[in-house]
């Protein structure tokens, strides 16, 4: 496969979706009404760039 292919493929975008979510899960959570709201948030927020990173630099390479 190619490198043109590799980074066209749906699996990177499918994955940059999930990254999205989750991302958007730990903004939301930000203004729940509970004890940790917030940290908990930020732990959300942090895998979600984290998964986002992941796709992106394995569509450069």
Do not use: Q, W
Request: charged letters at 15%; a positive charge.
């Amino acid at each position: 496969m190619s490198s043109m292919e590799e980074a066209n493929s749906e699996r990177h975008y499918i994955l940059l979706i999930i990254a999205v979510i989750i991302g958007l899960v730990g903004v939301y959570l930000r203004f729940a009404d509970f004890k940790h709201a917030s940290a908990v948030a930020n732990v959300i927020m942090a895998v979600g760039v984290g998964v986002g990173l992941k796709a992106v630099f394995t569509i450069i390479k």
